[in-house]
């Protein structure tokens, strides 16, 4: 009896530590694995030698419940040294932008990349933030630090960890745990984590640099766009179309195009479209191709957009079509515009003037007298 209570017992006591500590890495897991059977054997020592059935049946549970009921949610970072990589003084994070659709309660991993060309070792911080749009069209995206943002996703990521060090031509390949809570309500999640470098600290405890020196310390992002299926708001539109400041006539065959587009659903969109550049006559010369871009759910984007054409005078029209990011529904919109090219203008009329200038001295200064 007293050899099944400490079996029994050893079993739940390692069942709930692996429940507690499912998220842990593959490493982390076998440590906890041998830890556990370190404990079995002092408590078994004295009956191996006429309960080694019941023993065999311990171990066989213990694995089970080690690796096969609860098994890993992660996976561990790893490191690799790329060979020649060239000094850029920077490092690089990838990817910039991760999208996902899941289900409420659903979990994933999402491998994000650093890779240090610094020349030098340096140690990274993981930070994770939400990040919005902007109400205005000035940016795409704004973080948020400390912030909670209206569409929180910050507290649903879970970085392997959260520093790390590489040397110059490493690059770590680090899991992003996401986990959607069970009661999250339909619509988009928003967050970001953010790779920052960490000065090296000095003997008296100050970052090198500080006396005397400026010290630089990058930050750069990788967005995360989750949306959590249900019945979701997917609702926005063109709110502008214009040349930049509505300028309508142009020395020059460089035209920049501005584009406003405001998204008042709940969820995240991406739009994309063309534009159609015709001439006076109402002959297609260019079709300017709009790259998909995403504009975040309450908020107001600028998309601004260049025509490059060598100087031609004359009255063109841009005719924008422009995909909403849902339903297939289509915005459209017309402006018209001048391209005068002033010093070909001037130039030509300066010679206009001229010849007309001198066939004038001509006719009063010059007889013409008629043959006999």
Known sequence: MKFKKIITGGLVLTGEILFCCQGFSMFRRISLFAFSM????????????????????????????SFGVFPATTLAYTIQDLINAPV????????????????????TTKMIHVTSRLGRPMTFKVEVEDFKGSETGESASI???????????????????????????????????????????PGGLYGAVIITTVPKKSNAGEN????????????????????????????GGLEDFSTLNSKSIYSSGSIPFTILYRNTGSVHLVTYGII????????????????????????????E????????????????????????????????????????????????????????????????????
């Open 88 to 107: 850029e003084e920077d490092f690089t994070l990838g990817p910039g932008k991760a999208e996902f659709i899941l289900e409420p309660g659903e979990k």
């Open 208 to 235: 090198e640099g500080a006396q005397g020196q400026i010290q630089f310390i990058s930050r750069v992002a990788s967005l995360f766009f989750v949306r959590v299926n249900g019945n979701v708001l997917e609702e």
């Open 276 to 303: 159609e550049i015709k001439n006076m006559w109402g002959k297609k010369i260019e079709e300017i191709e709009i790259d998909p871009y995403f504009i975040m759910p309450g908020s107001l984007r600028t998309r």
């Open 305 to 372: 957009l260049k025509w490059e054409r060598p100087t031609s005078l004359g009255m063109y029209t841009a005719h924008l079509r422009l995909n909403r990011g849902y339903k297939d529904i289509i915005d459209e919109a017309k402006i018209s515009f001048w391209i005068l090219p002033w010093k070909v203008i001037s130039i030509s009329s300066l010679i206009l003037i001229s010849l007309i200038l001198a066939i004038i001295w001509l006719a009063k200064n010059i007889e013409f007298k008629k043959k006999k």
């Open 38 to 65: 370190s404990a079995y054997l002092k408590s078994f020592q004295s009956f191996v030698s006429n309960r080694l059935k019941f023993v065999t049946c311990s171990l066989f549970v213990t694995c089970i419940l």
């Open 143 to 185: 973080l948020l630090g400390d912030k909670q943002g209206p569409y929180s996703l910050k507290d649903y990521l879970q970085p392997e960890v959260y520093e790390f060090t590489l040397n110059h031509g490493q690059k770590i390949n680090l899991p992003i745990n996401i986990s959607i809570p069970q009661d999250a309500s």
